[in-house]
């Protein structure tokens, strides 16, 4: 992935203000109001910190006005014992925004394991080891690894090459039958005309994260016009058409992205200026057609390595049941890839593990017959299943449509999400991996900023979750004790003017349950 300073700061997704709807990391890492409140002392005889601890939670909210008017929906618990220590409403469903994101991991470590991995395949109709060529098409079969690089298809290329190919006489034809064609996942329609890279298509064909990345970099000594490319560069796909962004030795950074959908390709119109100390910027923009990227991508790396494809197609097709494998790339194994996705808060990779995870835990049908692609329904119901049959959540009235928790997609109690977190606590093959994934206070991901004090840096792990009207904090609160609490603060239907009161909201709530828990 690009490693980028933005304004000073590591980014990891889309720079510039978001539109609605999307959540963002550097938003989310703002410190909140009470960031570096002193603790109060909880009371040394433990009879009586259960009652200190629900006065302290309650003077919490009571005192915070902006909120009135807000839903919200909280509840602590020990994770030991699980008892529910403080509750505000906490059977009100709500929506969670990427808090979503607990409950999806959570699924997928139980029902796909730790050390699950995705694997991309290339295989050959026929392949002739003498001449190194391969006679027929070239077939792509796609898993829809959500971490595929431009570097993982230059090393598939190269154990082409290792092997002796020199030669395709077909077309690559990619084989997309692990998941369905409908490439947006459940709510995304909300926001049709967004082309930002959080919003790509969700498909067995992935490569960056099907998004292709406009990086603009200053001209910091001349003024002059600043430099701007794309990452990775896609050929004829997606074109930059005049670039024109100055660099300015003062003032704002104000850069404008435009894409225009011709009949074959992509258009990206770059403009504004850039400040020159800013010195890089850059921003994700969604292709639409994730097939003919792979396919345009995979002939160049491979023609790279002298390998030449004389069909000109990219074609969509079921790979031969004789097909040999010639090369395959494998992922680093779930857990790995949990700690992006839920550090960083990432849409992308969020909602392909949640189709990931139908594609691997349904019902299939007895060989010969060939299993039907998977579904977002395949998804949500296996999250579904975990939730009742592991977490013990009763899912009447409950909604859960999506797995990243963007635009109106769940409807979810913070009593529920308590549940899953005790839930996973107490099983050691998705607890340890599901506390790891989630940002540190104070150290990393999307809390970076926040609880960064001595008496709380490092004794918090949460998922934060940012709507244009929801606030969430959702983790794991503790200290050298051993005696973690689970909390929840979701807020929904806040004013602009409250977002900071929010977070201190939350901020308030996890570092009690620090003190709670200090010997």
Partial sequence: ?????????????????????????????EVGADGGMELPSAPADRSKRDAWLVQQLDSAI?????????????????????????????????NLASVTKVITTAAALHGLGPGFRWRTSLLAEKLDPETGTIEGDLFVRGRGDPTLTLADLRELAQALEWRGVTEVTGDIVFDGSYFDLIDEPPRYADQPKERAGYRAPIGAASLERNAVTVVVAADRFGHGLADVKLDPPLGEYVRLVNPTVVTVPSGRTRIHVASILRRDHIELRV???????????????????????????????????????????????ITPATAVLVAENESAPLADVIRTMAKTSDN???????????????????PPAVPPPATWE???????????????????????????????????????????LVAAWRDF???????????????????RRRFNVDHLRGRIRAKTGTL?????????????????????VVVNAMAPQARGEARALQD????????????
Avoid at 8 to 19: H, I, L, N, R
Avoid at 63 to 70: K, M
Avoid at 348 to 366: D, N
Wanted: hydrophobic residues 45%; charged residues 20%; contains cysteine.
């Fill in 1 to 29: 992935m690009l490693a980028l300073l933005v304004g000073g700061v590591a980014a990891a997704d889309d720079a510039g203000v978001p539109p609605p709807g999307e959540e963002r990391g550097d938003e989310d890492s």
């Fill in 62 to 94: 009571r005192a915070r006005p902006l909120l009135l008017t807000s839903k919200i929906s909280a509840s602590v618990v020990d994770v030991a014992s699980g008892t529910v220590l403080w509750t505000h409403h906490a059977d009100r469903p709500v």
């Fill in 271 to 317: 403009s504004g200026q850039i400040l020159a100390d800013e010195g890089v910027w850059f921003q994700r923009r969604r292709i639409d057609d994730p097939v003919r990227m792979f396919g345009e991508a995979l002939r160049t790396v491979l023609s790279a390595r002298g390998i030449r494809v004389k069909g000109k197609r990219i074609g969509r097709g």
């Fill in 348 to 366: 992308y990779m969020a909602e392909t593990v949640l189709k990931t995870l139908g594609a691997e835990s349904r019902t299939l049908p007895a």
């Fill in 378 to 420: 395949d998804g949500t119901s296996a999250v579904k299943r975990y939730l009742t049959e592991q977490a013990g959540v009763d899912l009447a009235n409950l909604r859960f449509e999506n797995g990243s928790g963007l635009y109106d997609s769940t409807s979810i109690p913070a009593s529920a999400v308590a549940q899953v």
């Fill in 429 to 447: 093959r998705v607890g340890p991996d599901l506390a790891a994934a989630l940002a540190t206070g104070g150290v990393d991901g999307t809390l």
């Fill in 468 to 488: 244009a009207q929801v606030s969430s904090l959702a983790g794991y609160a503790g200290t050298d004790s051993g005696h973690p609490l689970a909390f929840v």
């Fill in 508 to 519: 308030a709530i996890a570092a009690l349950c620090v003190a709670y828990t200090a010997p």
